[in-house]
């Protein structure tokens, strides 16, 4: 098992493949993916104290454009799907949903509920620009209070 986990661990080293992979750790943090980029983030900066802002636009950018591709799934599997039985709870949900628009999309940066929400204004087809703004503000508040609550927690 050795064998294959050094050359990966080599080739997502934070200080060689710094920016690059945590853009793919937020990536594929905002999928469905149980994934989470803080550490990422948090390590880089550990690392690298003097590229806070860089680190905070990339990760950033790699978590929203993963929220964009759970609305994109999101509309193509409402496209798709067959009308289902749907229980009181999630009727709620989406009138939740609905009622907020896009605006909803600014909890995409909530633990659990934040990638499916994305998916979910896919699937209502709530419109795809205003819901990407508002999900990058949000991801953007999350990365840079989380980051700097971190560093000031954690000085050395």
Same mark, same amino acid.
């Given at each position: 098992?050795?064998?294959?986990?050094?050359?990966?661990?080599?080739?997502?080293?934070?200080?060689?493949? /710094?920016?690059?992979?945590?853009?793919?750790?937020?990536? %594929?943090?905002?999928? +469905?993916?149980?994934? /989470?980029?803080?550490?990422?983030?948090?390590?880089?900066?550990?690392?690298? !104290?003097?590229?806070?802002?860089?680190?905070?636009?990339?990760?950033?950018? *790699?978590?929203?454009? *993963?929220?964009?591709?759970?609305?994109? +799934?999101?509309? &193509?599997?409402?496209? %798709?799907?067959?009308?289902?039985?749907?229980? !009181?709870? $999630?009727? &709620?949900?989406?009138?939740?949903?609905?009622?907020? /628009?896009? &605006?909803?999309?600014?909890?995409?940066?909530?633990? %659990?509920? /934040?990638? !499916?929400?994305?998916?979910?204004?896919?699937?209502?087809?709530? !419109?795809?620009?205003?819901?990407?703004?508002?999900?990058?503000?949000? &991801?953007? +508040?999350?990365?840079?209070?989380?980051?700097?609550?971190?560093?000031?927690?954690?000085? $050395?």
């Amino acid at each position: 098992m050795q064998a294959w986990i050094e050359p990966l661990l080599a080739l997502l080293a934070l200080p060689r493949y /710094g920016l690059s992979t945590l853009f793919a750790a937020a990536f %594929v943090s905002a999928t +469905l993916l149980p994934v /989470g980029s803080e550490p990422a983030l948090f390590g880089l900066l550990k690392l690298n !104290p003097d590229i806070f802002w860089s680190a905070v636009l990339v990760a950033t950018a *790699g978590n929203t454009l *993963g929220g964009m591709l759970d609305w994109w +799934l999101g509309r &193509k599997a409402h496209e %798709v799907a067959d009308k289902y039985h749907r229980s !009181p709870m $999630h009727l &709620k949900a989406l009138d939740f949903l609905q009622r907020l /628009g896009p &605006k909803a999309c600014l909890l995409a940066w909530l633990p %659990v509920v /934040g990638d !499916p929400l994305c998916a979910v204004a896919g699937w209502l087809r709530l !419109p795809f620009w205003p819901c990407t703004g508002y999900m990058l503000v949000g &991801k953007f +508040l999350r990365y840079l209070f989380m980051t700097s609550a971190l560093l000031w927690a954690f000085p $050395h």
